[in-house]
């Protein structure tokens, strides 16, 4: 949900040099979105029906200019596992302030559609929120 609302937002910005991709910590490749996860971006008119799961991919993790997880876990994760990443690796819901626990966002998996749509808009506000900081940050 996360990518297809950031590329909305890019698209809408018309920051057409700012590149988006989600990867995921438990390895998996190629599966759909959920089922939920789809419902709830089209009630917003956000289309992830073509979306594909892919795993940590070391050389793009080097590559990013900015990593943004939805849990504190998947940031440790990440800094355990890839420290050269570790710099430019922020919890989305509190960057650029200090992270906290109230900065995760939950993953729905497998729980009912309204939590999904409860996570797409906590999503959307945190993305809203730093997109103006992103387009500060980048080169």
Not at 72 to 81: E, G, N, Q, Y
Not at 90 to 116: A, C, H, M, V
Request: charged share 25%; with cysteine.
């Amino acid at each position: 949900m996360a990518e297809g609302i950031l590329l909305k937002t890019v698209s809408e910005t018309q920051k057409n040099d700012c590149k988006v991709s989600s990867m995921g910590i438990h390895g998996l490749d190629s599966q759909p979105a959920s089922k939920n996860s789809v419902l709830a971006c089209s009630e917003k008119n956000i289309d992830i029906s073509a979306h594909r799961s892919r795993p940590l991919i070391p050389g793009e993790l080097v590559k990013a200019d900015l990593i943004f997880t939805m849990e504190l876990v998947h940031k440790d994760f990440l800094k355990l596992f890839f420290p050269a990443v570790a710099d430019k690796t922020f919890l989305l819901g509190s960057w650029p302030q200090k992270e906290t626990k109230k900065g995760n966002i939950k993953d729905p998996i497998g729980r009912p559609l309204k939590d999904y749509r409860k996570a797409f808009d906590q999503i959307e506000k945190q993305i809203q929120r730093v997109f103006p900081y992103v387009v500060h940050y980048l080169p």
